[in-house]
């Protein structure tokens, strides 16, 4: 049985690394074109190369978005662009729109064709359609539930991939204008105003309000399916897909290394009731920003799956720095700063391969080794003493104050 | 080209002076409009028969798993019943219409999807009757898919720019202990915070529905363009059925006219009468590409 795929998103190539090193199987970026989410779209050719190269040199497969619903305009250099996916040795592309999926099989045969969310296919029917047109994956709507998807992976012969974590649609995705028609912004396009997220009145056909002004909100919660990932892969799901190509790098690390950590404890122990689950949540609640709910895993939504109050989320713990080098031979950590911290603060130092680790520091230095009463200048490089080895992409985390 | 009109009630069927009848029921459409039981919709399958009028069954909703045994037994039912075409979105239906070889029937209709001449080709490549572009297109645009050859277009009346799974209207009504409220089948709208414009919202048994604010009208444009729809459809949602039957002759004449100018201005004219606030959508209004950060992929 092949293992299943943790699948996370990557923004820039400095997120990709990451994203590789804490236990991504596979990546998603967006290229300059074609991609539904061009504000996260950071990727030249060159670059999706370089990722390629990163992400294939550590066993990782890399999946470019075209999930766009194009315009005629929007297609003028697409053989080109698949032409250049094709020699940076792409493994997949994420499409929305069967033209772009037909002439990505037509031109570079050896890419894998996935269908995006943007799709909303909801069952094993839309997905046979996907496979006699030779596809190779679905992934499914966010409104399908378990109890669906145990129906579904049976009848199906391409893989379906399953969205874990992230930013959820409130309506079947690729079905809503409300951007458009609220704002001239396409969503399908990559404009999205999330205008499902703004404030409303709502109001009965008599005029009447029903809600307090400005007080109805239909907004969805992110999704965390965490208790599901046994499930899933019991149910032979191919692909479990985190959102979040805006997110930082400690996000991507955060979320991803949980997961990864999850995945690969269940394969090892083969029984759910045995899994730390306190530990995995804890882990990602030291990242997560926003509030997060089961989306539509046990069923129908109810109110606690909807965004009413607004608020977001605060992590547990700040992100502070991450590693560059480790000088075993002076215990010298260089690190470079991306919050406030001061010495003597006792932090958490985690990694791909280090466990979490709580130390406090002592003195805190800049990089020609002057003494600083804090660190308070983002992207400063700095030196700190750190008693147990460190690697390049270790990350530094602080308890938040509340 | 024919027009193509939602059926709003059979005691005025013999009113309606479209070529084509759209029809459905509860279970296969998320629009709560041209509702009808089965036994209805074999009434008026019969009467298009008689009065040489296409027959149009809407299935134009995402079907979930646990729906499709139900789905195949009433496309069976309505397979029977020798309709002329089915609207679809759900690439389910393509499927199992396929398995039948009655694929050649179905209209594809997923409101978004069709934005490109190219997209639109390839369902004709799929062997379709015909596919809807998105309302989201400038006029340029639909005149450059309109050589696909199979095009639909929406004509008049409100679109709809959402559809959800989610009971919208409940859960709110639940969160703040209001339950006594009406929710299924009752019309709501929402009002953003900073617009004017009210955006009416429903819930069905499916989800929740919302519509654009206006109603959308095209008339004159349809004469401009190189090639003429295969269909053009007036969506009666939110039209009181004489205000309907009226904007359906309007249309009508025109196209009998060959669109001749005197009565084409005249039924722009009296369209803005009917409502002084119809608006002309995307067609002269190119959508932007600021960058957002949706859910993707």
């Given at each position: 049985?092949?293992?299943?795929?943790?699948?996370?998103?990557a923004?820039?190539?400095?997120?990709?690394?990451?994203?590789?090193?804490?236990?991504?199987?596979?990546?998603?970026?967006?290229?300059?074109?074609?991609?539904?989410?061009?504000?996260?779209?950071?990727?030249?050719?060159?670059?999706?190369?370089?990722?390629?190269?990163?992400?294939?040199?550590?066993?990782?497969?890399?999946?470019?978005?075209?999930?766009?619903?194009?315009?005629?305009?929007?297609?003028?250099?697409?053989?080109e662009?698949?032409?250049?996916?094709?020699?940076?040795?792409?493994?997949?592309?994420?499409?929305?729109?069967?033209?772009?999926?037909?002439?990505?099989?037509?031109?570079?045969?050896?890419?894998?064709?996935?269908?995006?969310?943007?799709?909303?296919?909801?069952?094993?029917?839309?997905?046979?359609?996907?496979?006699?047109?030779?596809?190779?994956?679905?992934?499914?709507?966010?409104?399908?539930?378990?109890?669906?998807?145990?129906?579904?992976?049976?009848?199906?012969?391409?893989?379906?991939?399953?969205?874990?974590?992230?930013?959820?649609?409130?309506?079947?995705?690729?079905?809503?204008?409300?951007?458009?028609?609220?704002?001239?912004?396409?969503?399908?396009?990559?404009?999205?105003?999330?205008?499902?997220?703004?404030?409303?009145?709502?109001?009965?056909?008599?005029?009447?309000?029903?809600?307090?002004?400005?007080?109805?909100?239909?907004?969805?919660?992110?999704?965390?399916?965490?208790?599901?990932?046994?499930?899933?892969?019991?149910?032979?799901?191919?692909?479990?897909?985190?959102?979040?190509?805006?997110?930082?790098?400690?996000?991507?690390?955060?979320?991803?290394?949980?997961?990864?950590?999850?995945?690969?404890?269940?394969?090892?122990?083969?029984?759910?009731?045995?899994?730390?689950?306190?530990?995995?949540?804890?882990?990602?609640?030291?990242?997560?920003?926003?509030?997060?709910?089961?989306?539509?895993?046990?069923?129908?939504?109810?109110?606690?799956?909807?965004?009413?109050?607004?608020?977001?989320?605060?992590?547990?713990?700040?992100?502070?720095?991450?590693?560059?080098?480790?000088?075993?031979?002076?215990?010298?950590?260089?690190?470079?700063?991306?919050?406030h911290?001061?010495?003597?603060?006792?932090?958490?130092?985690?990694?791909?391969?280090?466990?979490?680790?709580?130390?406090?520091?002592?003195?805190?230095?800049?990089?020609?080794?002057?003494s600083?009463?804090?660190?308070?200048?983002?992207?400063?490089?700095?030196?700190?003493?750190?008693?147990?080895?460190?690697?390049?992409?270790?990350?530094?985390?602080?308890?938040?104050?509340? | 080209?024919?027009?193509?009109?939602?059926?709003?009630?059979?005691?005025?069927?013999?009113?309606?002076?479209?070529?084509?009848?759209?029809?459905?029921?509860?279970?296969?459409?998320?629009?709560?409009?041209?509702?009808?039981?089965?036994?209805?919709?074999?009434?008026?399958?019969?009467?298009?028969?008689?009065?040489?009028?296409?027959?149009?069954?809407?299935?134009?909703?995402?079907?979930h798993?646990?729906?499709?045994?139900?789905?195949?037994?009433?496309i069976?039912?309505?397979?029977?019943?020798?309709?002329?075409?089915?609207?679809?979105?759900?690439?389910a239906?393509?499927?199992?219409f396929?398995?039948?070889?009655?694929?050649h029937?179905?209209?594809?209709?997923?409101?978004?999807?069709?934005?490109?001449?190219?997209?639109?080709?390839?369902?004709?490549?799929?062997?379709?009757?015909?596919?809807?572009?998105?309302?989201?297109?400038?006029?340029?645009?639909?005149?450059?898919?309109?050589?696909?050859?199979?095009?639909?277009?929406?004509?008049?009346?409100?679109?709809?720019?959402?559809?959800?799974?989610?009971?919208?209207?409940?859960?709110?009504?639940t969160?703040?202990?209001?339950e006594?409220?009406?929710?299924?089948?009752?019309?709501?709208?929402?009002?953003?915070?900073?617009?004017?414009?009210?955006?009416?919202?429903?819930?069905?048994h499916?989800?929740?529905?919302?519509?654009?604010?206006?109603?959308?009208a095209?008339?004159?444009?349809?004469?401009?363009?190189?090639?003429?729809?295969?269909?053009?459809?007036?969506?009666?949602?939110?039209?009181?059925?004489?205000?309907?039957?009226?904007?359906?002759?309007?249309?009508?004449?025109?196209?009998?006219?060959?669109?001749?100018?005197?009565?084409?201005?005249?039924?722009?004219?009296?369209?803005?009468?009917?409502?002084?606030?119809?608006?002309?959508?995307?067609?002269?209004?190119k959508?932007?590409?600021?960058?957002?950060?949706?859910?993707?992929?």
């Open positions: 049985m092949r293992k299943i795929e943790l699948l996370a998103p923004g820039d190539l400095e997120k990709l690394k990451i994203a590789v090193l804490y236990g991504a199987d596979a990546v998603f970026i967006g290229g300059k074109k074609f991609s539904l989410r061009a504000r996260a779209s950071n990727f030249e050719i060159k670059d999706i190369k370089e990722a390629c190269d990163f992400a294939h040199k550590h066993g990782t497969k890399v999946h470019v978005t075209m999930n766009i619903i194009p315009h005629n305009e929007d297609l003028v250099s697409l053989e662009y698949i032409k250049d996916l094709d020699s940076c040795g792409v493994d997949a592309v994420i499409v929305a729109s069967m033209y772009i999926a037909s002439k990505v099989k037509e031109i570079a045969p050896r890419i894998e064709v996935h269908f995006s969310t943007q799709m909303s296919t909801t069952n094993s029917e839309a997905v046979r359609f996907l496979e006699n047109e030779g596809y190779e994956r679905a992934v499914l709507a966010r409104e399908v539930t378990l109890e669906e998807l145990e129906v579904v992976l049976p009848n199906t012969n391409i893989e379906i991939e399953v969205f874990i974590h992230g930013g959820m649609c409130v309506s079947y995705s690729g079905r809503c204008m409300l951007s458009n028609y609220m704002t001239n912004r396409d969503a399908n396009r990559g404009g999205c105003a999330h205008s499902c997220r703004w404030n409303y009145t709502l109001e009965d056909e008599d005029g009447d309000m029903v809600s307090p002004p400005k007080q109805f909100h239909y907004g969805s919660k992110d999704l965390m399916a965490l208790r599901y990932i046994p499930n899933l892969i019991d149910l032979q799901v191919a692909s479990l897909k985190i959102e979040g190509r805006m997110k930082s790098i400690y996000y991507v690390a955060t979320v991803v290394r949980s997961y990864r950590k999850l995945i690969d404890a269940y394969y090892e122990i083969q029984n759910k009731d045995k899994l730390d689950w306190e530990y995995y949540e804890t882990e990602i609640k030291k990242a997560e920003n926003r509030l997060t709910s089961i989306g539509f895993f046990e069923g129908q939504v109810t109110p606690n799956e909807q965004l009413y109050n607004m608020r977001n989320e605060i992590p547990t713990k700040e992100f502070v720095g991450v590693v560059l080098e480790y000088d075993a031979s002076t215990e010298i950590a260089t690190i470079q700063q991306r919050n911290f001061l010495p003597d603060d006792t932090l958490e130092f985690f990694g791909p391969d280090l466990e979490n680790t709580v130390y406090t520091i002592g003195e805190i230095q800049d990089e020609v080794g002057n600083l009463d804090a660190a308070r200048h983002p992207l400063q490089i700095l030196k700190i003493k750190v008693p147990f080895t460190l690697s390049p992409f270790d990350m530094v985390r602080k308890v938040m104050g509340k | 080209m024919k027009l193509i009109v939602n059926l709003k009630s059979l005691e005025y069927i013999q009113e309606y002076t479209a070529d084509g009848l759209i029809f459905s029921h509860a279970f296969l459409t998320d629009e709560d409009e041209a509702l009808f039981s089965v036994e209805e919709i074999q009434e008026i399958v019969q009467y298009t028969k008689l009065h040489n009028k296409e027959s149009i069954l809407n299935l134009n909703r995402l079907f798993e646990y729906e499709l045994d139900e789905l195949r037994e009433y069976d039912l309505f397979i029977k019943m020798d309709i002329d075409s089915y609207i679809f979105s759900d690439l239906i393509y499927t199992i396929k398995g039948y070889n009655l694929e029937k179905l209209i594809y209709h997923a409101r978004t999807m069709i934005t490109s001449l190219q997209d639109a080709l390839f369902w004709k490549s799929k062997n379709v009757k015909s596919v809807f572009v998105s309302n989201e297109l400038t006029l340029e645009e639909i005149n450059s898919i309109v050589h696909a050859g199979n095009i639909a277009i929406e004509a008049y009346g409100h679109h709809q720019i959402f559809a959800s799974k989610r009971d919208l209207l409940s859960l709110y009504f969160y703040t202990k209001n006594e409220r009406q929710r299924k089948f009752k019309k709501y709208t929402i009002q953003e915070e900073l617009r004017k414009e009210k955006y009416p919202i429903l819930e069905n499916h989800g929740t529905v919302i519509y654009s604010a206006f109603k959308y095209i008339l004159e444009e349809i004469q401009s363009l190189d090639v003429k729809p295969k269909y053009i459809h007036i969506n009666s949602i939110f039209i009181v059925e004489e205000e309907l039957l009226e904007i359906v002759s309007l249309y009508k004449k025109v196209m009998d006219a060959g669109f001749r100018e005197s009565i084409t201005k005249e039924a722009v004219k009296r369209l803005a009468e009917i409502d002084p606030n119809i608006y002309s959508g995307f067609l002269y209004k959508t932007t590409l600021v960058k957002g950060d949706n859910m993707d992929a």
